[in-house]
């Protein structure tokens, strides 16, 4: 692929013959922005397809330059922009033959954002179009991500893996977990119970130690007649225990997110969500869906 960047760039540089086949140029700017996405180099990507799309605007890709654009600002985390110019594409009218995929590009702009709830309304408006398929697997992967499993069992397509994700997503519901108000509770009666209850004994015994030996020293200074000691000691203890039934809830909640995200990656075996398309797919929007 090294090989290739380089002998595209090579040619640029050296630029078109005097008279040369406008055609020929165009070809030879698209190959060498398509190199510079191809390699990663994103930003780069983007100064090139402008270029194209501003050099031939009636040339045949130049929507389709628009679409790269857009893509390669979305896989170089420049989700803002990608999304804005997903849509600016999208909602034309009348609807060119990059509309569906500047749609579902949009709706994966906004999923990898994590903005699952816009990547879902998108996603849903590619209904009645040739990117439906790709559209409901993003809008029922955006309801897992929000735990919204029921809907998510609603939303995938019907295809041999929709379907065993349709069978699956109502487990999200029964994954269960330590509790996080049970090990606060715990950690309050007795300092560690909590962590251990959570699934982690080393914790629970690092903060049974700690609050015990402020405890006691506590105790036995006061008995000792050293008040100023005993009142330091008594203060740590206080911020050890509090501390010791924040993190017993917070090693409850981690655990909890721990089966949530390893049930997510059984999910993924089966299909993750789909990537920006590669092809443009015509207007990919229903009469039904416009009304999102």
């Given at each position: 692929?090294?090989?290739?960047?380089?002998?595209?760039?090579?040619?640029?540089?050296?630029?078109?013959?005097?008279?040369?086949?406008?055609?020929?140029?165009?070809?030879?700017?698209?190959?060498?922005?398509?190199?510079?996405?191809?390699?990663?180099?994103?930003?780069?990507?983007?100064?090139?397809?402008?270029?194209?799309?501003?050099?031939?605007?009636?040339?045949a890709r130049a929507d389709e330059a628009r679409y790269r654009v857009a893509r390669c600002h979305a896989r170089g985390d420049r989700l803002a922009?990608?999304?804005?110019?997903?849509?600016?594409?999208?909602?034309?009218?009348?609807?060119?033959?990059?509309?569906?995929?500047?749609?579902?590009?949009?709706?994966?702009?906004?999923?990898?954002?994590?903005?699952?709830?816009?990547?879902?309304?998108?996603?849903?408006?590619?209904?009645?179009?040739?990117?439906?398929?790709?559209?409901?697997?993003?809008?029922?992967?955006?309801?897992?991500?929000?735990?919204?499993?029921?809907?998510?069992?609603?939303?995938?397509?019907?295809?041999?893996?929709?379907?065993?994700?349709?069978?699956?997503?109502?487990?999200?519901?029964?994954?269960?977990?330590?509790?996080?108000?049970?090990?606060?509770?715990?950690?309050?009666?007795?300092?560690?119970?909590?962590?251990?209850?959570?699934?982690?004994?080393?914790?629970?015994?690092?903060?049974?130690?700690?609050?015990?030996?402020?405890?006691?020293?506590?105790?036995?200074?006061?008995?000792?007649?050293?008040?100023?000691?005993?009142?330091?000691?008594?203060?740590?203890?206080?911020?050890?225990?509090?501390?010791?039934?924040?993190?017993?809830?917070?090693?409850?909640?981690?655990?909890?997110?721990?089966?949530?995200?390893?049930?997510?990656?059984?999910?993924?075996?089966?299909?993750?969500?789909?990537?920006?398309?590669?092809?443009?797919?015509?207007?990919?929007?229903?009469?039904?869906?416009?009304?999102?």
């Amino acid at each position: 692929m090294g090989s290739r960047l380089a002998t595209v760039l090579v040619a640029a540089l050296l630029g078109p013959a005097p008279g040369g086949d406008p055609a020929g140029d165009a070809d030879l700017l698209w190959g060498f922005a398509s190199s510079l996405e191809d390699e990663g180099e994103y930003y780069r990507a983007v100064t090139e397809f402008w270029r194209f799309r501003h050099s031939f605007p009636a040339e045949a890709r130049a929507d389709e330059a628009r679409y790269r654009v857009a893509r390669c600002h979305a896989r170089g985390d420049r989700l803002a922009e990608a999304r804005a110019l997903f849509l600016a594409l999208a909602d034309e009218e009348p609807p060119g033959p990059w509309a569906g995929a500047a749609r579902l590009g949009a709706a994966r702009a906004a999923y990898q954002g994590e903005d699952y709830e816009t990547a879902a309304t998108q996603a849903q408006r590619l209904r009645g179009g040739p990117l439906e398929s790709d559209g409901a697997l993003l809008a029922g992967w955006a309801r897992l991500r929000q735990g919204r499993w029921r809907e998510a069992e609603t939303a995938f397509p019907i295809t041999a893996e929709g379907l065993e994700l349709t069978r699956r997503a109502p487990e999200g519901e029964t994954l269960g977990g330590p509790s996080p108000w049970v090990a606060a509770g715990l950690s309050a009666l007795v300092p560690g119970l909590g962590q251990t209850y959570a699934g982690r004994p080393g914790d629970g015994l690092v903060a049974f130690a700690l609050n015990a030996a402020f405890a006691v020293g506590a105790v036995q200074a006061f008995a000792a007649d050293q008040d100023a000691l005993g009142a330091v000691l008594g203060t740590l203890e206080v911020g050890w225990y509090a501390g010791n039934v924040i993190t017993a809830a917070g090693a409850a909640r981690r655990g909890v997110e721990r089966r949530r995200r390893g049930f997510l990656r059984e999910l993924e075996a089966i299909q993750g969500p789909p990537d920006y398309a590669e092809s443009g797919e015509g207007p990919g929007l229903s009469l039904a869906a416009m009304s999102f």
